[in-house]
């Protein structure tokens, strides 16, 4: 069977999943339990093949090798999903809160990289492990962005308070793009013989991001145009599907920033054409249309992340600086959250659990996964650990991903729910006043 039968196959899994969830319980979430599920299904698979049974395990690990993970999201449906998720971005909230998420996608960011990088080398170097210090940052690059594809599905799912919800999906969307380029630029430099100079690196960043800016702007204008110079319903649409298609690609073949690209693109078109270019019919079968593609590429995409953990190969000693990674990114998140909010935070009055939701609430996803993936094998082997950096680094990403999305997930509901709380009690609401406070904020 080629690449295309097992992809049909795990898709239709997915959603048979989504379907069974929804039954059962209406409130756990869909990417949720297809991650679970599938992660459940990987670790039976890994059990039958070590008590010699079935040999389930080798047939699962060949069909996800055969699966390029890096390949199908980053230079795949990542558009897609960012494009989708950016569609949701109203802009007269984004223009309200335009410091703060440029401010998180770009300090709070380049921040996390260096914090997680400097603290996994100095623990390594307690233990005696010598990792060089750029394979630490690089680990640092892919997961200090949260994962707009994992935010998107979870919090919007969860209506919280919009101007917290946009703080938390604007700067998911906005440091996804910026964290590809610091990964680019510190993978170039570990792996692709560019010198670490400042001007190098710097020409670099700025390529990629100020270059994925302005082109997404270019076909997101270009599109506009031409979708309200047609009044045919259904060629509008199919419209829309070059950006994340041909847009995304020529993106990264000019070497500018697709993720980027696709984001701005995405706020243009349903931010101005939404409620311009076309027909009152059109827009809502637009609406319809990208909330079903992005809700089948979630589940597609998530059922992936739970059998990527048969690519894994740890040794023991390993296993500790995995566990450890999680607490790491953890603090390195707040910390790097915190600072600048402190700032902010005496020109502005910010929902109580405005710090809070923005560390736990950054969850990580495939994209970090598919990062992880890009490393090549065999580059630097680790003594003390046993491993090869590119299963230490997968270890650890996968770790933090399975994390994020089972424990953080989970569990940050509770915190959403508070703070809806206390926008009832300021403004002296009941009831009925929670859907009104929802829609003012």
């Given at each position: 069977?080629n ?29 949720i ?50 494009f ?46 010598h ?23 979870i ?5 919280a ?115 311009t ?107 003390g ?10 270890g ?46």
């Open positions: 069977m690449i295309y039968t097992y992809l049909c196959f795990l898709a239709t899994i997915a959603i048979l999943i989504s379907f069974i969830t929804q039954k059962i319980n209406d409130n756990i979430q869909y990417t339990a297809i991650t679970a599920t599938s992660m459940f299904g990987s670790l039976i698979f890994v059990l039958l093949g070590y008590f010699n049974w079935f040999n389930l395990d080798d047939i699962a690990i060949k069909l996800v090798e055969r699966i390029d993970f890096k390949d199908f999201l980053l230079n795949g449906i990542l558009g897609f999903l960012l989708a998720g950016a569609l949701g971005i109203k802009l007269p909230v984004l223009k309200n809160q335009k410091w703060e998420i440029a401010t998180f996608a770009l300090f709070s960011t380049f921040a996390s990289t260096f914090f997680i990088g400097f603290m996994i080398y100095g623990i390594s170097q307690l233990f005696g492990w990792i060089d210090l750029i394979y630490c940052i690089l680990f640092g690059a892919l997961i200090s962005p949260d994962d707009p594809i994992a935010v998107l599905a919090i919007k799912n969860l209506k308070p919009k101007r917290l919800a946009m703080q938390v999906e604007g700067e998911s969307l906005f440091n996804d793009g910026i964290g590809l380029v610091i990964f680019t630029t510190v993978f170039a430099v570990a792996f692709g013989g560019q010198e670490p100079t400042v001007s190098g690196i710097l020409h670099l960043f700025f390529q990629e991001a100020l270059g994925g800016i302005a082109f997404g702007f270019g076909i997101g204008l270009l599109a506009h145009y031409l979708i309200s110079a047609t009044d045919d319903g259904s060629l509008e649409i199919l419209l829309t599907l070059t950006i994340p298609t041909a847009g995304f690609m020529l993106a990264n073949l000019l070497h500018v920033s697709g993720a980027l690209a696709m984001v701005v693109a995405g706020i243009l078109i349903g931010n101005w054409t939404r409620y270019g076309f027909s009152k019919q059109s827009r809502h079968y637009f609406n319809h249309f990208w909330e079903m593609i992005d809700h089948f590429l979630n589940s597609l995409l998530f059922i992936l992340i739970g059998l990527a953990i048969l690519l894994i190969h740890v040794s023991w000693q390993g296993l500790i600086l995995i566990a450890l990674a999680i607490p790491i990114c953890l603090i390195c998140r707040y910390v790097s959250v915190w600072l600048p909010f402190q700032v902010m935070k005496r020109y502005r009055k910010y929902n109580p659990y405005t710090l809070q939701v923005l560390t736990w609430g950054a969850l990580r996803g495939g994209l970090a996964l598919a990062m992880a993936l890009s490393i090549p094998m065999g580059q630097f082997h680790i003594e650990l046993n491993m090869d950096v590119r299963d230490l680094i997968l650890m990403t996968y770790a933090v991903v399975t994390f994020s999305i089972l424990v953080q997930g989970t569990t940050i509901e509770n915190m959403i729910r508070k703070s809806k709380e206390i926008i009832i009690r300021e403004r002296g609401y009941a009831g009925i006043g929670l859907a009104k406070s929802e829609n003012k904020e």
